[in-house]
T-cell receptor, first 113, second 112 residues
């Protein structure tokens, strides 16, 4: 039951450039989250944006949400080599009283020195 | 900081073996989850639990079972491992009231 779909699947940029990743989803949501996964590791929560928010910032991260288009974008400014990772968007559903997340397939970001 | 630990980073098992993957969280979270991650398929939910001794099937429960005898521990069991269960297994936990999930480092299981 794939909900979020990230675009592009892979992105390679030079250190210092900005990286933009997009996520589209299919059903109405209460919030949308972005996670990062370094190679071979678990996921780390980056940011959550609620359906009544249009933009949110956290350090070098900027997330936008357009509920009319059912899409979100994650912008990483002034990229660093340490930003090399896979990035996933996730949307939630409440099932049997538990919050369940549905993840997209991710964008693989490579920052070249 | 929330910590979610998994019993093994790497595991190699033979076809037909019974496999136990353990997950422990230290933040008194109500909800716990097991996912598997495969290239091109993303993360898929296997089982989740929102309370001790409670379990709910996710998207791909076939071939798996779970156990949650204590709040902090959630075990994934492969009753008879098969090669198509070779994958990265990720455990996560969350509180009932927040949406953020905390993930363990993952167990890369190879079934030969």
């Amino acid at each position: 039951s794939q909900q979020g779909e990230e675009d592009p699947q892979a992105l390679s940029i030079q250190e210092g450039e900005n990286a933009t990743m997009n996520c589209s989803y299919k059903t109405s949501i209460n919030n949308l989250q972005w996670y990062r996964q370094n190679s071979g590791r678990g996921l780390v929560h980056l940011i959550l944006i609620r359906s009544n928010e249009r933009e949110k910032h956290s350090g070098r991260l900027r997330v936008t949400l357009d509920t009319s288009k059912k899409s979100s974008s994650l912008l990483i400014t002034a990229s660093r080599a340490a930003d090399t990772a896979s990035y996933f968007c996730a949307t939630e559903g409440l099932i049997q009283g538990a919050q369940k997340l549905v993840f997209g397939q991710g964008t693989r970001l490579t920052i070249n020195p | 900081d929330v910590k979610v630990t998994q019993s093994s980073r790497y595991l190699v098992k033979r076809t037909g073996e019974k496999v136990f993957l353990e997950c422990v969280q230290d933040m008194d979270h109500e909800n716990m989850f097991w996912y598997r991650q495969d290239p091109g398929l993303g993360l898929r939910l296997i089982y989740f639990s929102y309370d001790v001794k409670m379990k709910e099937k996710g998207d791909i429960p076939e071939g798996y079972s779970v156990s949650r005898e204590k709040k902090e521990r959630f075990s994934l069991i492969l009753e008879s491992a098969s090669t198509n269960q070779t994958s990265m297994y990720l455990c996560a936990s969350s509180t009932f009231w927040t949406y953020e999930q905390y993930f363990g480092p993952g167990t890369r299981l190879t079934v030969t």
